[in-house]
């Protein structure tokens, strides 16, 4: 079956410093992958969509600068959060198109302190 | 503007009954559409899809009914057990990879034993 892996699960970091998250998917080739960041109240917002051999778009109000990506083969995706704040706290979650359908992994919650 | 609506936002149905979740959307070109199931703490989990050339989709207890016409779809949960509480997305895009997913705000669903 298809599955995707987030990692690390959860992560704390001060104000102004930076983490990295990564995305895996496992038996199947992500030709697309979506990175989104849900709020508290669980809305969803999109914050770039990686497609291999095509430039990544990213959403209003997302920029490469703040969220740089990586997505280097059909398996693998990274994100970075550069200078998180407090309003960059939320569920990250990577969305991997199989060509048909949109797979989910389990989240990277980051918490800003 | 909000691509895709979901009602109600939340629903209580004891055991045994059947929980419809109602969706609908905008965009006349969307012709994918995933619901996904959330628990708290976890990635949104890919339920049951359709794509916009059927008006019906089962899968054991969970069936996707689709009016294109009215730009309208609903998840019928039927015999809703404690374990299908959680909330459900209601998700549309194109079709095929590369394409952005758009998502409803959810909705809440308690079976009550």
């Known amino acids: 079956g298809a599955l995707v892996y987030q990692y690390p699960r959860r992560t704390i970091c001060k104000s102004g410093t930076s983490m990295r998250m990564e995305c895996q998917a496992v038996?199947?080739?992500?030709?697309?992958v979506a990175w989104y960041r849900q709020s508290p109240q669980k809305t969803f917002e999109l914050i770039a969509l990686?497609?291999?051999?095509?430039?990544?778009?990213?959403e209003q109000n997302f920029t490469q600068e703040k969220f740089p990506i990586s997505h280097p083969n059909l398996s693998f995706s990274s994100m970075t959060v550069l200078n998180a704040y407090l309003e960059d706290r939320g569920l990250y979650l990577c969305?991997?198109?199989?060509?048909?359908?949109?797979?989910f992994g389990k989240g990277t919650r980051l918490t800003v302190v | 503007q909000q691509q895709v609506r979901q009602s109600p936002q939340s629903l209580t149905v004891w055991e045994g009954e059947t929980a419809i979740l109602n969706c609908s959307y905008e965009?006349?070109?969307?012709?994918?559409f995933p619901w996904y199931q959330q628990f708290p703490g976890e990635g949104p989990a890919l339920l049951i899809s359709i794509s916009s050339v059927s008006d019906k989709k089962e899968d054991g207890r969970f069936t996707i009914f689709f009016n294109k016409r009215e730009k309208k779809l609903s998840l019928h949960i039927t015999d809703s057990q404690p374990g299908d509480s959680a909330t459900y997305f209601c998700?549309?895009?194109?079709?095929?990879?590369?394409?952005?997913?758009?998502f409803g705000k959810g909705a809440k669903l308690t079976v009550s034993p």
């Open positions: 965009d006349s070109t969307f012709n994918y």
């Open positions: 038996g199947f080739q992500a030709t697309s």
């Open positions: 990686s497609t291999v051999n095509s430039a990544i778009k990213y």
């Open positions: 998700a549309a895009s194109g079709q095929g990879t590369g394409s952005k997913l758009s």
């Open positions: 969305g991997a198109w199989t060509g048909t359908e949109v797979f």
